[in-house]
C-alpha cells in the first residue's frame, strides 16, 4: 500500500487547510484509515480516524470541532479538513492504513502498517 500526503503549507491562526492522502496498491474500501501529527520534540500523535465506509470517525479532543476526516472511496483519497487552526497544530501530518483490523477505527500508531510521507503544516501566531 502507497500513500501519498498533500495539502500542508504555512498558515495564520484562524485559518484552514485540507490535507489529501492519495492511496494505491489495495481497494481503498478495505483499509482503515487515520491521521496523525509529529510536533517538533514529540511522540506522534492520533488525530482522527476513520472506518472503512467512512461512517464512524473519532477524533482526538484537542481538534474535536475544528477538524473533520473523511474518505472518498471511488477516488482513493483519505481527507482532513482542518479549520480555526492554531499554532499548537504545527506539525508534520501523516496519513496512515491498516488492512485486515478488526476494529472500525484504530487510534494508535502501532495498528497501522502503512504510512505517507508526511505533510508540513505550520500556523503562524
Known amino acids: 500500500v502507497q500513500l501519498q500526503a498533500s495539502g500542508g503549507g504555512l498558515v495564520q491562526a484562524g485559518g484552514s487547510l485540507r490535507l489529501s492522502c492519495a492511496v494505491s496498491?489495495?481497494?481503498?474500501?478495505?483499509?482503515?484509515m487515520g491521521w496523525f501529527r509529529q510536533a517538533p520534540g514529540k511522540e506522534r500523535e492520533f488525530v482522527a480516524g476513520?472506518?472503512?465506509?467512512?461512517?464512524?470517525?473519532d477524533y482526538t479532543d484537542s481538534v474535536k470541532g475544528r477538524f473533520t476526516i473523511s474518505r472518498d472511496n471511488a477516488k482513493n483519497t483519505l481527507y482532513l479538513q482542518m479549520n480555526s487552526l492554531n499554532p499548537e497544530d504545527t506539525a508534520v501530518y501523516y496519513c496512515?492504513?491498516?488492512?485486515?483490523?478488526?476494529?472500525?477505527?484504530?487510534?494508535?500508531?502501532?495498528?497501522?502498517?502503512?504510512w505517507g510521507q508526511g505533510t508540513l503544516v505550520t500556523v503562524s501566531s
Open positions: 496512515a492504513a491498516a488492512w485486515g483490523a478488526r476494529a472500525p477505527v484504530l487510534i494508535t500508531p502501532t495498528s497501522y502498517g502503512f
Open positions: 476513520i472506518n472503512r465506509s467512512g461512517v464512524r470517525k
Open positions: 496498491g489495495r481497494t481503498f474500501s478495505t483499509l482503515v
